[in-house]
């Protein structure tokens, strides 16, 4: 067994390395004997897993069934022994051919979500989009024109490919270190319909990296704590973080199939989104997906529910969660609007929910209708998007 630790977190170009590549600043320790790859990983290897009593919490029936998350990352490997059982579904829209840490990185991640020795969630349906990184090859049938070279597995589109998929919660452990109208319109979108989206704070020990998914205005950012409560020596904090979870898991490589034990944020997160998963399934449709993020934002460990630069609301607590009073919370996105310049902005919100956002900007959104009074875009040859010219309720209110 290995553990390996990341502490940069970085893209070559416009879609980027996963936090889990070797070559950017890991540190790698000798491995174990060979052995230790012939067992199967078990709840007994988490720390995550005792930590925060999920045994119990899974005896109880709350294992996120019914909830759909959504994971962006390297490609999953679902035949490993520790994934036999989970519900798994690859809905990638395109062809990426993951280098091998990043098909690594994500069957990681998934085994933290969905495994069923010792998943978070492990009666959640886990949806995985295969995230062209950019060293990686894609085919053809990913091109999309408009987009960056890695088109339809690029973050933006598969946030909107998930959201059309159905997605409940969608998880992602990979930066994003450029503007994109693709993304802002995609967080429009995901914040209005109620789907949630968490995402790692990353490993460079930084405040505020301008990479970090999490400073997009309604990404909940998710940093990593040591047992202690204590933020790791490698996460990320700032502006982007609303919570933080234990970053330490032992899984199955999915690649070469020897067990090892890896750190960073990228593993926090999957924790976080399967508390979130199995709060879905607790509180079914009584609660908005907002007030659900409230629950988890006004219950963190000893925050009271005080806001800070380096754990956010405080760590997550996954019994706290279950048990707040979530119908009773505000009907809001905590995890909008970071800063003053956050994207998107609270009238893109407003604007996408009106259907005035001009539609030559909008990428594999299967709900969005224009409603504006653009003519010239709305019957332009470009334009895809269903049209009510006029219609939009802004017009209409008093």
Request: with cysteine.
């Amino acid at each position: 067994m290995m553990t390996r630790v990341v502490r940069r977190w970085r893209r070559a170009s416009a879609l980027g390395v996963g936090i889990f590549a070797l070559t950017v600043g890991a540190a790698v320790v000798p491995a174990a004997p060979a052995s230790a790859a012939d067992r199967e990983v078990t709840g007994a290897d988490e720390e995550y897993y005792s930590y925060y009593k999920l045994a119990s919490l899974h005896s109880q029936g709350y294992t996120g069934e019914g909830a759909i998350i959504a994971m962006i990352d390297g490609h999953v490997n679902p035949n490993i022994p520790e994934l036999a059982g989970a519900t798994i579904e690859n809905k990638s829209p395109c062809t990426v051919n993951s280098l091998p840490d990043n098909a690594d990185h994500g069957t990681a991640v998934a085994q933290i979500l969905v495994a069923p020795k010792f998943g978070v969630a492990p009666g959640a349906t886990l949806y995985t989009y295969d995230l062209g990184y950019s060293q990686e090859e894609v085919g053809s049938d990913c091109a999309t024109a408009g987009v960056y070279a890695q088109g339809e597995a690029d973050t933006s589109l598969l946030i909107e490919q998930a959201i059309n998929d159905g997605a409940h919660i969608i998880s992602i452990s990979s930066n994003y270190p450029h503007y994109s109208e693709d993304l802002r319109w995609a967080m429009a979108r995901a914040i209005s319909e109620g789907v949630i989206v968490v995402a790692a704070m990353g490993n460079e020990s930084t405040e505020d990296p301008d990479d970090t998914l999490p400073m997009w205005s309604g990404i909940c950012g998710v940093g990593a704590i040591e047992s202690n409560g204590s933020l790791t020596d490698y996460s990320n904090w700032g502006n982007g973080v609303e919570t933080v979870a234990l970053g330490t898991a032992t899984v199955r490589s999915g690649t070469r199939g020897d067990v090892f034990t890896a750190q960073g944020t990228s593993f926090a997160t999957p924790i976080v989104a399967g508390f979130l998963a199995i709060a879905w399934q607790r509180f079914d449709e009584s609660v908005t997906s907002n007030q659900l993020l409230q629950a988890m934002t006004t219950t963190g460990t000893g925050s009271n529910g005080d806001w800070n630069y380096y754990t956010g609301f405080g760590p997550a607590d996954p019994w706290g969660l279950l048990n707040a009073k979530a119908s009773t919370l505000p009907d809001t996105n905590p995890c909008e609007s970071k800063t003053y310049s956050s994207n998107p902005s609270w009238q893109d919100v407003e604007d996408y929910i009106d259907g005035t956002v001009n539609p030559l900007l909008m990428r594999n959104d299967n709900d969005y209708v224009y409603r504006g009074v653009n003519e010239d875009a709305a019957f332009s040859a470009d334009n895809d998007y269903p049209m009510n010219l006029g219609t939009s309720p802004r017009y209409h209110r008093q």
